[in-house]
């Protein structure tokens, strides 16, 4: 079928040219009939050639195995498996190779988490209340400080205390890593177009990525625990500071830095005495989601066992008691509002002083 | 004034904008307009071969509609925008020369630049705004502080040390642009359309305080407007743009009294010479009188 074909294109038979240059002009005219006609081509051509219900051909090679009663069973090896083995021998390379690095994060995430625990149950949670009631009245007034303290209590009294502040141990923790690198990155995509183009598509595949697929490599990399928690939470929670910092540093009136750079600014001058304060709203709002994507997967990172209220909820999931699943859902859903809040009020604070009147 | 050595000659300058840029000086395009090369070449000729020269201590006023290059000018003198050909000499030296410190030495110590939005920092206080070139410098707080107070007394805006840009009027704004580049001192000020934003009455009173000031401090200015009543209130000489290129260089009477072309006796057709004799005389009397009017 195929080669009659062939034979007759190549042959130039004066109907086919005439019914190829009829096409063309019609192509021409219309550029959507053209495509109709080459997808009705092949959907014809496919299901004369290979009937309906075809397979894609995954195999890439069969291996004959000798069973034990004597007959050969053939095994096939499928592009998905090559390719998964592929990337499994990279992360083993990585993990062999960078061993001493990962072993160093790991002790210095660990080390770091115990002090901040530590010192956050040393406090008697009278203290722990009344400074966070403190710091909401500083920046959302009355409402913000009654809501964080009858939460807080909610979470004393329901037997949770020291859950939440494992959460929120890993939360600092992750958030501080995430601006680490998010902060600089951010800067660099905004100063430089081809590091902006490399990120772009890199930020959006780790924002569509399911985030349970970033717990494997944390564990391959640091074993199950709180170490591995924080990569996963980390490279959860990193793109938007990263994407906002960009964008606020993009968003400043050029104007501004072409003064700031007609006094002489140097580039560092530039970047610290202009971009980012004028930014900072912006990145704010960029920290602000940081957290709480980093709260959110915290909780997830207790199937790696980093912990936490995510334990509670997981617990109460394997023993199928809705009740504890609802009591550590809301516990995690009242420290998201008052993380929440906290920084949004900062926020708004610095973007009520910037906006030009 | 004449027979001093010019502040700054503009020689033959030429600015680009485009991929295509350098095709633009091969024979075939010279005679060309600017329309017919953005259409071949998908090039954007900003400036055109544009030679001037500005006397120490005048106001030198570069006039034109929007888009005829005057603001691309003004940039290419301080080098926010680099130009494609052509050489500028500040005090006999080639700014187009410079390295990256030298450029930045220039910047902090021998020119400022006003703009036409202002260009203020709206996180900081007037204070530390008229602050900036200075703190830019390495200059210590109380030395910065001394200095940008005497720069706001001088606009006339003293009192106001610590209000932000967003608590004041747009007239007030741009005492503050002006007083920032006052602070450091400099020996050529750029002003781009500077009073273009405000209203006629703040307008007419800043252009006389301009005047006034000039009169006391005697900087060398290159001041960019598409205001013809205002190129001749405040310009020692006029140059006149068009599509990149000077069409006429001249002092104000000049300009009105033997326009070079049509274009530019279009553009002067309102004008009289009486007219021009009295503002300019009005001016002379600001200058002499030498009085700051608070707004």
Same mark, same amino acid.
């Given at each position: 079928?195929? $080669? ?17 240059? =009829? ?7 219309? *550029? ?5 006609? +080459? ?11 290979? $009937? ?25 090896? #499928? ?15 990585? #993990? ?8 160093? %994060? ?13 010192? /956050? ?32 209590? !909610? ?11 494992? #959460?929120?141990?890993?939360? +600092? ?15 660099? $995509? ?23 697929? !970033?717990?494997?490599?944390?564990? /391959?990399?640091? =074993?199950?625990?709180? *170490? ?5 939470? %980390?490279? !959860? ?10 964008? =606020? ?27 980012? *304060? ?20 915290? #909780?997830?990172?207790?199937? +790696? ?7 509670? %909820? ?15 859902? /809301?516990?995690? %859903? ?24 | ?8 000659? &503009? ?35 900003? @400036? ?16 034109? @509609? ?54 203020? @920092? ?32 001088? &606009?006339? @805006? ?138």
């Amino acid at each position: 079928m195929v $080669g009659a074909a062939g034979t007759q294109e190549s042959e130039g038979d004066p109907d086919n040219t005439s019914l190829a240059a =009829g096409l063309r002009s019609l192509a021409s005219g219309h *550029p959507w009939l053209s495509g109709t006609a +080459v997808v009705i081509v092949v959907l014809v051509a496919s299901l004369l050639i290979w $009937g309906p219900q075809m397979d894609f051909p995954t195999t890439v090679s069969q291996t004959e195995q000798p069973a034990a009663d004597g007959r050969t069973v053939v095994l096939d090896q #499928t592009i998905r498996e090559v390719t998964g083995d592929a990337i499994d021998d990279g992360f083993d390379w990585l #993990t062999e190779e960078g061993d001493f690095l990962f072993d160093g %994060v790991s002790d210095a995430t660990a080390w770091l988490l115990v002090r901040i625990e530590d010192g /956050l149950k040393w406090l008697p949670w009278v203290a722990v209340i009344a400074g966070l009631a403190l710091l909401s009245f500083g920046v959302g007034r009355w409402k913000l400080m009654a809501f964080t303290t009858l939460a807080l209590l !909610y979470l004393g009294f329901m037997g949770l205390w020291s859950n939440a502040i494992d #959460t929120i141990a890993l939360i +600092v923790v992750a958030v501080a890593v995430s601006l680490a690198i998010g902060l600089p990155l951010g800067v660099l $995509g905004a100063r430089n177009r081809l590091a902006d183009n490399l990120m772009r598509p890199i930020l959006d595949a780790m924002q569509t990525m399911p985030s349970f697929v !970033y717990l494997l490599p944390g564990i /391959l990399f640091f =074993g199950l625990g709180k *170490p591995a928690g924080i990569f996963a939470t %980390v490279i !959860y929670a990193v793109p938007p500071v990263i994407r906002l910092t960009n964008l =606020g540093i993009r968003q400043v009136s050029p104007e501004v830095v072409e003064a700031a750079l007609a006094f002489g600014s140097s580039p560092r001058q530039v970047l610290l005495k202009v971009q980012i *304060p004028m930014a900072l709203p912006t990145i704010m709002a960029g920290i602000n989601q940081t957290t709480l994507m980093a709260l959110a997967m915290v #909780t997830i990172a207790s199937m +790696v066992a980093a912990g936490g209220l995510g334990d509670d %909820v997981l617990r109460a999931l394997q023993k199928n008691q809705s009740g504890n699943g609802v009591i550590a859902g /809301l516990a995690i %859903v009242f420290l998201a509002i008052i993380i929440d809040r906290i920084t949004q009020s900062i926020a708004a604070e610095n973007r009520e002083r910037l906006t030009a009147g | 004034m004449t027979l001093q050595e010019p502040q700054i000659q &503009v020689e033959g300058l030429w600015k680009v904008f485009g991929d295509d840029a350098d095709r633009v000086f091969e024979p075939e395009y010279e005679s060309k307009t600017r329309d017919e090369i953005q259409e071949e070449l998908g090039a954007v000729v900003a @400036l055109r071969d544009v030679s001037l020269s500005v006397a120490s201590g005048e106001i030198f006023v570069v006039m034109g @509609l929007s888009g005829s290059g005057k603001s691309t000018l003004a940039r290419c003198l301080i080098r926010l925008v680099d130009a494609t050909r052509g050489a500028i000499r500040f005090d006999g030296e080639d700014i187009l020369e410079y390295g990256p410190s030298e450029l930045t030495e220039f910047r902090r110590k021998k020119i400022a630049m006003v703009f036409q939005h202002y260009g203020l @920092l709206p996180h900081r206080p007037v204070l530390d705004n008229v602050a900036f070139g200075l703190e830019i410098q390495g200059m210590d707080r109380p030395a910065r502080y001394e200095a940008a107070k005497a720069a706001i007394e001088t &606009v006339g @805006l003293d009192g106001w040390e610590s209000y932000y840009p967003r608590e004041m009027s747009g007239g007030m704004q741009q005492r503050v642009g002006i007083a920032r580049a006052l602070a450091v001192d400099p020996d050529v000020l750029i002003m781009d359309e500077p009073f273009s934003g405000l209203d006629p009455l703040i307008r007419r009173r800043m252009q006389d305080e301009l005047i006034s000031l000039e009169g006391q401090l005697h900087k060398t200015i290159v001041f960019i407007t598409h205001d013809l009543n205002e190129a001749i209130k405040l310009g020692d000489r006029v140059a006149i743009m068009r599509d990149g290129a000077i069409v006429q260089e001249g002092s104000p009477e000049e300009i009105v009294t033997r326009p070079a072309d049509d274009y530019v006796a279009d553009f002067v057709r309102d004008v009289s010479a009486a007219e021009v004799a009295k503002l300019r005389a009005a001016a002379e009397a600001v200058a002499t009188g030498g009085s700051l009017e608070a707004e």
